[in-house]
């Protein structure tokens, strides 16, 4: 027998060495293979930009994991920053390689300011080249892209979407109630309705107002932007609304929403023609725009370096993951920053619905102190609101786009307790406690009243903090910002009435104010927050990219699965040390 463990353990060491010895070897001939494989563009190429992918507003860094998981097919839908497809499409547009650009497929995930960033960017190619877009199926995301494309396909099979836009918010009140889950409340403002989820099952009316406000806001943009592309009225487009909703290919064309009816391979033809080939030949030159972007252009050429650091998804205590704003990790880079004597302006752009209170204050503070040396200039992306406000609220300017979600000055507390779930099944707790408010935060009873006044008199006293913020940074008076807070949500468009921000604009033009702040308007170039180089996972992002696209756009289950999954990560974001948030009310998914 002992030869037998001492057999079985030298077979199974000498087989984890050599599965070792194998992975390394795998990942050095890939990287040999990677360096070796430089991508170039082909002469009269067309630029390929494949819409099925999330819209983010940085680059979004996977840890080691999740790009395993990304590179064995395991992963979601592929992202693409938006700086950099921006940034992309205006050198492609005075490149003489590129012949046109083709727009096809269908987004996953943007919002409404950052679809109105990139279709400025679209227009500004096409005022070069042509831009020719093709679908089997338009959404209202990509065809607020392509409206205003140099030529607009639809399959004779597709059909476009011209319905309008509606909201319908998840509540898990009736659910929590039924398993026995229990979540008491604390909270300040009437429209701060982060809390309704959990302990009803709609949505109260001041919470109702304030989205068909927003929704009527963004569906205004979007009619009147694809009016003027199609050379119609806003009432037009209304009227197909109302009469249509989902317009079909042959209505789509007499409607004038697309200038042909025409299959794929027709649509390859003319791309054909576009690259200099006859419809004979079997391909013709291309470059994907992820592909385009990774190529580097000119060397900046500007002495005065502007650095834009994003922050985008949920703020929360400590360093957080790559899609959320770790208060630790953003206040950290945000004073390296600060005490780099080579960066003369921080445009920061801001994408969130808020989060952690604690660790909203922990970057507001590095924001201030930053803005005491060198300019310090706010982009608003889909949504700065709540804390998403709190740490943009002292920018020396802030910008956002006409949709831009934003305000939601408020506070809540949540206090869930699984007491009666647990009980019916046999688990209790029993306490010894020193004083009245030694276990506030337990969840395995119901908050006392005691307890519960004491957690509201922090939510107060944080809402108080709050409003004081903004009066003083936007310099207005505490009573008129009382009457615009409440934690109502507000259109980048009614925000810039009411003095939220300062001026209606994408990350480009807070770039550009940034420098104009440092006195480098024409000599200066951007960069992001510089990082130790990770060779790991570089190489796993590699790989991960060849993975094939998804080919059609989600359906009704995998779009609920979604939602569910959504929620339940916002929930585990809940991590503030005092229980207290500063979040938006609702999460705005226009269907």
Known sequence: MKGFFKSFFATLLALMVAGGMAFLLFFG?????????????????????????????????????????????????????????????????SDPKISGLFLTGNLQGAGPAQLRELRE???????????LAYNLGWTKRDYYLAAGATTVFLNPFGQMEVNGLASEPMFFGEAFKKYGVEVQVTRVGKYKSAVEPFITDRMSDANREQIQKLLDDIWG???????????????????????????EAADAKALGLVDRIAPYDEVLDELKKLAGKQAKDKDFPQITLATYAGIPGEAASGKTRIAVLVAEGDIVDGEGRPNQIGGERVSRELRKLRMDDRVKAVVMRVNSGGGSASASELIQREVVLTKKVKPVVISMGPVAASGGYWISTYGDRIFAEPTTLTGSIGVFGLLPNVKKLANEHGITWD???????????????????????????????????????????????????????????????????LGLVDELGGLGEAVKYAAKAAKAENDFYVTGPEHEPDALRDLLKNLGQGKS????????????????????????????PKGVYARMPFDLDLK
């Open 431 to 497: 306490s010894v406690q020193t004083a009245k408010l030694a276990n506030p935060m337990t969840l395995t009873r119901p908050k006392s009243d005691v307890e519960l006044n004491r957690i509201q008199g922090v939510v107060d006293h944080i809402y108080e903090q709050f409003i004081s913020k903004v009066a003083d940074s936007r310099r207005m008076k505490k009573e008129a910002v009382h009457e615009i807070a409440q934690g109502r949500v507000w259109s980048g468009l009614e925000a810039r009435k």
């Open 549 to 576: 696209r998804r080919l059609t756009k989600a359906g009704p289950v995998e779009a609920l699965a979604d939602a569910f999954k959504v929620q339940f990560e916002h929930m585990a974001a809940l991590n503030d």
């Open 221 to 247: 943009e979007w009619k009147d932007t694809v009016a003027k592309d199609r050379r119609k009225s806003p009432a037009d487009i209304q009227a197909i609304a109302d009469e249509k909703g989902v317009v």
């Open 29 to 93: 001939l890939v990287a040999i293979i990677g360096a070796s494989g430089k991508p170039t563009v082909p002469s009269r190429a067309v630029l390929v930009f494949d819409l099925d992918t999330n819209l983010t507003d940085g680059e979004r860094e996977s840890d080691p994991g999740e790009a395993i998981g990304d590179m064995l097919g395991g992963g979601g839908a592929r992202s693409q920053a938006l700086p950099a497809a921006i940034e992309a499409l205006d050198r492609a547009a």
């Open 121 to 131: 960017a679209l227009q500004r190619f096409k005022a070069k080249k042509p831009v």
